[in-house]
T-cell receptor
Framework: GAVVSQHPSWVICKSGTSVKIECRSLDFQATTMFWYRQFPKQSLMLMATSNEGSKATYEQGVEKDKFLINHASLTLSTLTVTSAHPEDSSFYIC???????????FGPGTRLLVL | KQEVTQIPAALSVPEGENLVLNCSFTDSAIYNLQWFRQDPGKGLTSLLLIQSSQREQTSGRLNASLDKSSGRSTLYIAASQPGDSATYLCAVKYNAGNMLTFGGGTRLMVKP
């Protein structure tokens, strides 16, 4: 299956700073990537769908100006949390879909802690 | 609204037991259903994928079934081991190429 990496795996930042998270599809060209968020002891919630070469599609309640998504190539999507606040502290996971039966493959996740 | 529910939310069993995790979904017009495992603080590992035309899939000690008409899927784990301890998530895809809708997960603890 597809191999998906995320960088960084851990980030701690001060309130008000911006944080960029990278999602790479290492062996699969992904025209679409998905960004999910998971708060402690909760399930994954879709934030946005990242489309290569076009604007991302955001889920209801997700601020597009706060969570900037760029999908400039078939192997890389980035999520930038702008002016991060403590309530943005969460586990951010990206995924790509494709292959047999459209299995979804997930990255290892990025844990963000905003102080 | 398309919802996915998992019962129980948590489960603790002694090693060696066979167990069943349940997943239900409100809209039966699914494209596929996927079961994942998530270890604490880690990403997701895909366990089994069932297409809408299939009724079950098997991998080792795991067997997943799908009953679209009743909106349910079950994950059967045979001869459970302490290494099976994790959170198990089911997720439904309603359209090709579309995102997944996740259930709340079942936290499984298998005691030695």
């Amino acid at each position: 299956g597809a191999v998906v990496s995320q960088h960084p795996s851990w980030v701690i930042c001060k309130s008000g700073t911006s944080v960029k998270i990278e999602c790479r599809s290492l062996d699969f060209q992904a025209t679409t990537m998905f960004w999910y968020r998971q708060f402690p002891k909760q399930s994954l919630m879709l934030m946005a769908t990242s489309n290569e070469g076009s604007k991302a599609t955001y889920e209801q309640g997700v601020e597009k100006d706060k969570f900037l998504i760029n999908h400039a190539s078939l192997t890389l999507s980035t999520l930038t949390v702008t002016s991060a606040h403590p309530e943005d502290s969460s586990f951010y996971i990206c995924s790509v879909h494709g292959g047999v039966g459209e299995t979804q493959y997930f990255g290892p996740g990025t844990r963000l802690l905003v102080l | 609204k398309q919802e996915v529910t998992q019962i129980p939310a948590a489960l603790s069993v002694p090693e060696g037991e066979n167990l069943v995790l349940n997943c239900s979904f409100t809209d039966s017009a699914i494209y596929n259903l996927q079961w994942f495992r998530q270890d604490p603080g880690k990403g997701l590992t895909s366990l089994l994928l069932i297409q809408s035309s299939q009724r079950e899939q098997t991998s080792g000690r795991l067997n997943a079934s799908l009953d679209k008409s009743s909106g349910r899927s079950t994950l059967y784990i045979a001869a459970s081991q302490p290494g099976d301890s994790a959170t198990y998530l089911c997720a439904v895809k309603y359209n090709a190429g579309n995102m997944l809708t996740f259930g709340g997960g079942t936290r499984l603890m298998v005691k030695p």
